[in-house]
């Protein structure tokens, strides 16, 4: 009797152990032999191998689960990669070069189906886009591009461009999916990743809504952290966070406010082309302005990560960052939705303005800002 309770304990915490891996493992048709092929969270590879005879296999081991994972095929320059929610789980790829990234079908997951549904939704306009895309990245290698065009591809305005047209459907298609899957995790977590369209009203009623499990997600935490905060306005004070250096040190950000200095907060990853264009510009504004303290909070989770930033600066830069990644409250402060994002504050913490994205007028416009200090309009 006591060999069997062993017996049964163990294979009870064989079974427990092996919930907190995942492998996801299948064949690949079309690529060639030795194809490197890797699976990746937060932009930083979690596994990889080589495809053998078009079979692979990548484990892992997911903190959180469900997570947003990557699976990248990479053959000479070229490469395919299709999102995959999943949690820890086997799961199984059978799947052609072409059916990359929209028709990849995956078995074996609880949660990957809610992302196939929606892709199935919208992968025609996504073509449609990455086909204009193409065409801009043409027209400006052959000097072609200029300000015409910019508004025929990207107005928001009448006439809307080619691709914010795009971009407005595919949002309407991604909000009604929403609405119909809200008590999913896939449904939920695409609502915490566009929650900017949102105003909080409806994402109040949406977090009414919500199912107990649901409640209990780091998605619902993170929109309830939104929900919190105000959007700073020109004359507020700083939001205080906790994070450390790139060195380890626990700071605040708070003190950086006692160096009788400017502060320009950059939130910044290596993995976005606006921040990396945004560097030398940084650079070059630090070295001009020495009443200028420039701290950039590196916004993702994985360390190699933040290594690969600190290469792309000079030697002294000032980095920080919490370790929580897009999820966590200090984002959820300063609405950071994407990268790269500039908040301004003068010597005492008051905020002086913000800047989203990049632009080769950014120095001039930092500057104007910082020159302005009008504590009444709006950031």
């Given at each position: 009797?006591?060999n069997?309770?062993?017996?049964l304990?163990l294979l009870?915490?064989?079974?427990f152990y092996?919930?907190?891996?995942?492998t996801v493992?299948g064949k690949?048709?079309?690529f060639?032999?030795?194809?490197?092929?890797t699976?990746?969270?937060?932009?930083v590879?979690m596994?990889s191998?080589?495809?053998?005879?078009?079979?692979f296999?990548?484990k892992?081991?997911l903190m959180?689960?469900?997570?947003?994972l990557?699976?990248?095929?990479?053959?000479?320059?070229d490469?395919?990669?299709?999102?995959?929610f999943?949690?820890?789980?086997n799961?199984t790829?059978?799947?052609?070069?072409?059916?990359?990234?929209y028709?990849?079908?995956v078995?074996?997951?609880?949660?990957t189906?809610?992302?196939?549904?929606?892709?199935q939704?919208?992968?025609n306009?996504m073509?449609e886009?990455?086909?204009?895309?193409?065409?801009?990245?043409?027209?400006q290698?052959?000097?072609?591009?200029?300000?015409?065009?910019?508004y025929?591809?990207?107005?928001?305005?009448?006439?809307?461009?080619?691709?914010?047209?795009?971009?407005?459907?595919?949002?309407?298609?991604?909000?009604?999916?929403?609405?119909e899957?809200l008590?999913?995790y896939?449904?939920?977590?695409l609502?915490?990743?566009?929650?900017?369209?949102?105003?909080?009203?409806?994402?109040?009623?949406f977090?009414?809504?919500?199912?107990?499990e649901?409640?209990?997600?780091?998605y619902?935490?993170s929109?309830r952290n939104?929900?919190?905060y105000d959007?700073?306005k020109?004359?507020?004070?700083?939001?205080?966070?906790?994070?450390?250096?790139?060195k380890?040190k626990?700071v605040?950000f708070?003190?950086y406010?006692?160096?009788n200095?400017?502060?320009?907060l950059?939130?910044?990853t290596?993995?976005?082309g606006a921040c990396?264009?945004s560097?030398?510009?940084l650079?070059?504004?630090?070295?001009?302005?020495?009443?200028l303290?420039?701290?950039t909070?590196?916004?993702d989770?994985?360390?190699?990560?933040l290594?690969?930033?600190?290469?792309?600066h000079?030697?002294?830069?000032?980095?920080?960052?919490?370790?929580?990644?897009?999820?966590?409250?200090?984002?959820?402060?300063?609405?950071?939705n994407?990268?790269?994002?500039?908040?301004?504050?003068d010597?005492?913490?008051?905020?002086l303005g913000?800047?989203?994205g990049?632009s080769?007028?950014?120095?001039?416009?930092i500057?104007?800002?910082?020159?302005?200090?009008n504590?009444?309009d709006?950031?």
């Amino acid at each position: 009797m006591k060999n069997i309770v062993s017996l049964l304990l163990l294979l009870i915490s064989v079974w427990f152990y092996a919930q907190k891996s995942f492998t996801v493992s299948g064949k690949l048709a079309g690529f060639e032999e030795n194809a490197l092929v890797t699976i990746s969270k937060d932009n930083v590879p979690m596994d990889s191998c080589r495809l053998q005879n078009g079979r692979f296999q990548v484990k892992g081991k997911l903190m959180e689960s469900p997570e947003s994972l990557y699976l990248i095929i990479k053959e000479k320059n070229d490469y395919k990669r299709v999102m995959l929610f999943i949690g820890n789980e086997n799961i199984t790829i059978n799947a052609d070069k072409k059916d990359f990234p929209y028709d990849v079908r995956v078995q074996g997951s609880k949660f990957t189906g809610k992302s196939f549904e929606l892709n199935q939704k919208i992968k025609n306009l996504m073509r449609e886009r990455d086909e204009l895309v193409k065409k801009m990245f043409e027209l400006q290698q052959e000097g072609k591009w200029n300000d015409s065009l910019m508004y025929a591809f990207w107005s928001k305005k009448e006439p809307i461009g080619k691709i914010a047209a795009i971009d407005n459907k595919t949002d309407s298609i991604e909000n009604q999916y929403i609405e119909e899957n809200l008590n999913t995790y896939y449904g939920l977590s695409l609502l915490e990743k566009v929650k900017a369209r949102y105003t909080k009203e409806q994402l109040k009623s949406f977090m009414k809504r919500l199912s107990p499990e649901m409640n209990r997600t780091r998605y619902a935490q993170s929109i309830r952290n939104d929900l919190e905060y105000d959007l700073l306005k020109i004359g507020d004070l700083f939001y205080d966070f906790e994070a450390e250096t790139s060195k380890g040190k626990k700071v605040k950000f708070s003190d950086y406010f006692h160096r009788n200095k400017l502060v320009l907060l950059n939130f910044s990853t290596p993995y976005c082309g606006a921040c990396l264009l945004s560097i030398p510009y940084l650079e070059k504004l630090k070295s001009e302005m020495s009443d200028l303290e420039i701290v950039t909070f590196y916004v993702d989770s994985g360390e190699k990560g933040l290594n690969t930033l600190k290469k792309k600066h000079s030697e002294n830069w000032e980095f920080i960052w919490d370790r929580k990644g897009t999820l966590s409250e200090t984002q959820a402060k300063y609405k950071v939705n994407g990268t790269p994002r500039f908040y301004i504050f003068d010597s005492e913490g008051r905020l002086l303005g913000k800047l989203d994205g990049f632009s080769e007028t950014m120095n001039d416009e930092i500057k104007k800002i910082l020159n302005k200090n009008n504590p009444n309009d709006e950031a």
